[in-house]
């Protein structure tokens, strides 16, 4: 379980100061482009295809959340049956999932993070709005063993994204790996997914698989309660 141990510390950096200090900014959960400027990730050119009419479905409906992998992975950890944590953020069992083709050598972990307020995009989105995001998502990334190659602002299906692509060492094997690592802002939730190779001279190979995962991975925007105002009596039967 040595590698999926690390894609479970890694991904578990993700705790409450990414609220931003608990301060609740305003979302958009639409025209993202538009407003920030950050266009969709462009389509790397990939020497291999992938077709999904292989890949299952994984559905949590507790998180919100959907994607589709290839039908010879594995569950290699699968907490979908069971609620987020919202008053721990870093709760064990907001990692909804973990999946690769065997326990050994898990290729994605997928977390979702419920905070205590909305993260929203202002109307006029700045260039230090984005910096002081990225900014905190650095030291949740960063780390003696991190090299980080490529780290960007962009956007899935209209919601802000940040891509990361960085290089750890596996601590039991002491090799090399390499992480694709998002994080996607969706109301008062934060998705993580956690795309692993390893070696990291794998990562060429799994990367188109990679892009289609992503390509398939829905969200639904999870709104909290305002302070103040009561939620409608459910209706007698």
Same mark, same amino acid.
């Given at each position: 379980m040595a590698a999926n141990r690390t894609l479970l510390v890694r991904a578990a950096l993700v705790v409450g100061t990414l609220v931003l200090g608990g301060a609740a900014y305003i979302l958009g959960t639409s025209l993202v482009e538009e407003r920030t400027g950050v266009s969709? !990730?462009?389509?790397?050119a990939r020497s291999a295809e992938v077709s999904t009419a292989d890949?299952?479905?994984f559905e949590d409906e507790n998180a919100g959340i959907s994607f589709s992998y290839p039908e010879d992975w594995k569950k290699v950890e699968? *907490? !979908?049956?069971?609620p987020l944590n919202q008053a721990d953020a870093d709760a064990p069992l907001n990692v909804r999932v973990v999946v690769g083709p065997s326990a050994n050598q898990p290729n994605l972990l997928v977390? =979702?993070?419920p905070l205590s307020s909305e993260i929203i995009i202002p109307e006029n989105v700045t260039a230090e709005f984005l910096g002081t995001i990225q900014g905190q998502l650095d030291r949740l990334v960063e780390g003696p063993d991190v090299r980080v190659a490529e780290k960007r602002p962009t956007n899935h299906k209209g919601k802000? =994204?940040?891509r990361y692509l960085y290089a750890f060492k596996d601590e039991a094997t002491g090799r090399e790996g390499s992480h694709l690592h998002y994080f996607i802002f969706d109301g008062a939730k934060i *998705?993580? /997914?956690?795309?692993?190779? /390893?070696?990291a001279a794998e990562l060429e190979k799994l990367a188109p698989t990679f892009d289609k995962i992503l390509e398939t991975f829905e969200s639904e925007t999870r709104i909290i309660p305002r302070p103040g105002i009561s939620l409608p009596p459910s209706p007698s039967g």
């Open positions: 969709a !990730s462009p389509k790397p890949f299952v479905k699968d *907490n !979908s049956k069971e977390r =979702a993070i802000l =994204a940040w *998705n993580v /997914l956690v795309f692993q190779a /390893l070696p």
